[in-house]
């Protein structure tokens, strides 16, 4: 029900939080709970779980790390400077949502992010002084806090993996496709969108002009994109220090000849090649 949510957004103009719906007291308390050091122990408390991690129901979900996760490496990966920071000491541009009658914790939302992919090298890793004081609390500082704990990072690496390597939602084929499916969703519109252009700064703005900025987005930007992100993620050591396997021939599925099966380790982007132990379960988990 609407009456179940706490909406927390950024107030224009003078760029501080405030709630839309229900109240800022959760999110107040959330930014108490990460103002200092955050260990595993305290990483681990904020999504209602004990010290080693196990689930807890007496205790209170503050987070949906996932989704925290997913909204950074989105923030990342498009070279967001507008969100959700403004001048990186104010909070700008998200929401954060959380059902008070759930055991769901706060989750983030992109809002207005449209200062993005204009540069294939822009560094958006921090850190930023933007939510020290609890008015401009936002994911970006959240997310920076929670760096100080090994288990957050090794969460974070865990989303890296999935979604940077194969046919993760931040591989160049992937997000090349999504890019075109809304491309096609508005192409007839845009010959209707250019007549409300007009003259902008002295040039008759057309719709090959917005062909060409397609181009861009999808032959410069995000041709490198990938790796470049993945690259700024490591050097602050977010994509995690373990062996992490791969698969040929394939990644996943059924292997119809399991005499072709092999399996490398991978540290970033090299090949090593020292000997490692395998574990595996036979029952799913």
């Given amino acids: ?48 779980m004990t010290p080693d991690g196990e689930e807890d129901e007496s205790l209170t979900k503050h987070i949906d790390v996932t989704n925290l996760i997913d909204y ?15 001048g990186n000491d104010r909070a700008n541009n998200f929401y954060a949502i959380r059902n008070r009658e759930a055991r769901e914790g706060w989750r ?5 992010t449209e200062h993005s992919m204009l540069s294939t090298r822009e560094n958006r890793m921090g850190p930023y002084p933007a939510g020290r004081s609890k008015q401009h609390f936002n994911p970006q500082f959240l997310h920076q806090q929670l760096m100080q704990s090994d288990a957050y990072r090794l969460s974070f690496a865990d989303r890296v993996r999935r979604e940077f390597f194969h046919d993760g939602v931040f591989t160049v084929e992937a997000a090349r496709e999504r890019w075109n499916a809304r491309k096609a969703e508005i192409d007839l519109a845009i010959i209707a969108e250019t007549a409300r252009w007009g003259d902008q700064r002295g040039r008759l703005y057309t719709k090959v002009d917005w062909l060409e900025e397609n181009r861009w987005v999808l032959e410069d930007f995000m041709s490198g994109r990938t790796e470049t992100v ?56």
């Fill in 108 to 112: 983030f939302f992109c809002h207005d």
């Fill in 1 to 48: 029900e609407p009456e179940d949510y706490d909406v927390i957004k950024v107030e224009a103009g003078p760029y501080t939080i405030f709630a839309t719906e229900g109240t800022i007291d959760a999110f107040d308390e959330l930014h108490g709970l990460v103002a200092g050091e955050v260990s595993d122990a305290e990483f681990y408390a904020l999504q209602g």
């Fill in 72 to 86: 950074m490496m989105t923030i990342f990966y498009v070279g967001s400077f507008d969100a959700p920071l403004a």
């Fill in 230 to 285: 993945f690259n700024q993620m490591d050097f602050v050591g977010l994509t995690g220090d373990l062996l992490t396997p791969e698969f040929s021939p394939q990644h996943g599925g059924v292997v119809e000849d399991p005499d072709t099966f092999k399996m490398k380790f991978k540290v970033g982007t090299l090949f090593n090649t020292q000997d490692g132990d395998i574990y595996y379960t036979l029952d799913g988990t």
